[in-house]
């Protein structure tokens, strides 16, 4: 397959890219840092459409992850960059396949496990899960990230794509041994002292493993019968403790 990753630069895009080229696929990556990437990368600005767009014609699938890094401050420049990078890149994208002659068969659209409400009673599947940001007495953080979560799946849904089946990724966070990911984030606070329980501890952490990510991935790709929302987590979310 040819399968072409915006935003392919980051964790979980190396993580793909590094797979599909070993597994013989051609992998594509649009990055603003070409150089950063482990398959054939080409520019673009995550936002305009570019000579990049050729790369999307006659493309089998697109896996989007494009969007700013979380792992910062929530001041008003980062809360607007993480907005913005997100619902750019997934209009633009949306638009290159809309606009093509030969557009892929499936779009891959990362989203994120964090659009769902915060709860122990019962787990959040795909068709009764309940969305967050209504929560009673919820900080305004929590509002933040839920919205965007919303804002870029609807920024997804913008365009009609006849021949090509759009699924939105729910990702847990994805746990890779990889230099500046989520797993290497956490290790540093724990070697610094801070790896303690926060609050009482019982709040739910959803996490994924690389390798069934990577899968998770390769088994959407093959069941046509798969679109909208899906999550992917491990089925035995911890707690923080």
């Not at 009764?128 to 007495?137: Q, T």
């Not at 093959?222 to 491990?234: F, I, K, Q």
């Amino acid at each position: 397959m040819k399968i072409v990753i915006p935003g392919g630069s980051g964790q979980v895009g190396t993580l793909l890219a590094r797979t599909f080229v070993a597994d013989g696929h051609e992998a594509v990556v649009l990055s603003r840092r070409p150089d950063r990437s482990v398959a054939r990368a080409v520019g673009w600005d995550a936002k305009s459409m570019g000579t990049w767009v050729e790369e999307i014609d006659g493309a089998d699938v697109v896996v989007n992850l494009a969007g700013r890094s979380v792992n910062c401050r929530y001041g008003r420049a980062n809360r607007k960059a993480i907005l913005d990078s997100r619902v750019d890149s997934t209009r633009v994208v949306g638009k290159a396949i809309a606009k093509v002659e030969r557009p892929p068969r499936v779009w891959l659209q990362a989203s994120t496990a964090t659009i769902y409400s915060h709860r122990y009673e019962g787990a959040n599947d795909e068709v009764d899960g309940i969305l967050g940001g209504n929560e009673k007495n919820a900080p305004a953080t929590w509002r933040f990230s839920i919205d965007v979560a919303k804002a870029w799946e609807e920024a997804a849904r913008e365009v009609e794509l006849p021949r090509t089946r759009l699924v939105l990724l729910r990702s847990a966070m994805t746990m890779s041994p990889d230099r500046g990911g989520i797993f290497d984030v956490l290790l540093g606070l724990v070697r610094r002292g801070l790896g303690g329980t926060c609050g009482d501890g019982r709040q739910y952490v959803s996490w994924i493993h690389e390798q069934d990510f990577v899968r998770a991935i390769y088994w959407l790709i093959e069941h046509n019968e798969m679109a909208g929302p899906v999550n992917l987590a491990s089925p035995q979310p911890l707690t923080n403790a």
